[in-house]
């Protein structure tokens, strides 16, 4: 089945960097895009990043425009977020997701990862 | 940039009784709208998609219709599972793939 498990997660003062993970199995990693979305505490959902299935084609909210960089190795089927230049705003849960459908970035999650917690504070 | 509205926030309905949720886009999304059920301290779950479509292994009980600018997600029976937060989302116009603030689903 599919799985995708977030790591990387921390506590973190503001301005410094994090790397996030998400080891996928159980689906061809390198055929779908795949996306980052957020949760602050006790909040709703905001979407970060997202990447096709070859990694040539990236975007990215205009909330971490320029700080935060999507990128995937599918020889390893693992997706990462460089998170550079971090502000108490990033604070949240950040969960991977897959696309639904395949080579397709016109597509609703149809499976997500638990998330890892990001906490920027001094 | 499309923004997505919610309502009510908050439902209260009995276990048995039917819900209605709404969803509203800026601008046109066509039918490229999804419905996400999130649980406390889980991910969310993929629940219609293309606006009226169930994914895998959902109920029947849930339904979605709508297109272009309003949509609903009515639940027939509630079940006590059935007692979430539900988010729309567009898929249309991206980036950004934008979301509703949420409906909290509650017991009355």
């Known amino acids: 089945q599919v799985q995708l498990v977030e790591s990387g997660g921390g506590v973190v003062q503001p301005g410094r960097s994090l790397r996030l993970s998400c080891a996928a199995s159980g689906f061809t990693f390198s055929s779908y895009g795949m996306h980052w979305v957020r949760q602050a505490p006790g909040k709703g959902l905001e979407w970060v990043a997202v990447i096709s299935y070859g990694g040539d084609n990236k975007d990215y909210a205009d909330s971490v425009k320029g700080r935060f960089t999507i990128s995937r190795d599918n020889s390893k089927n693992t997706l990462y977020l460089q998170m550079n230049s971090l502000r108490a705003e990033d604070t949240a849960v950040y969960s991977c997701a897959k696309e639904r459908s395949l080579y397709s970035s016109s597509s609703p999650f149809d499976y997500w990862g638990q998330g890892t917690l990001v906490t920027v504070s001094p | 940039e499309i923004v997505m509205t919610q309502s009510p926030a908050t439902l209260s309905v009995s276990p048995g009784e039917r819900a209605t949720l709404s969803c509203r886009a800026s601008q046109s999304v066509s039918s490229n709208l999804a419905w996400y059920q999130q649980k406390p301290g889980q991910a969310p779950r993929l629940l219609i998609y293309?606006?009226?479509t169930r994914a895998t292994g959902i109920p029947a009980r849930f339904s979605g219709s709508g297109s272009g600018t309003e949509f609903t997600l009515t639940i027939s029976s509630l079940q006590s599972e059935d007692f979430a937060v539900y988010y729309c989302?567009?898929?249309?116009?991206?980036?950004?793939?934008?979301f509703g603030p949420g409906t909290k689903l509650e017991i009355k």
């Open positions: 293309g606006a009226s």
């Open positions: 989302q567009q898929y249309n116009n991206w980036p950004p793939y934008t």
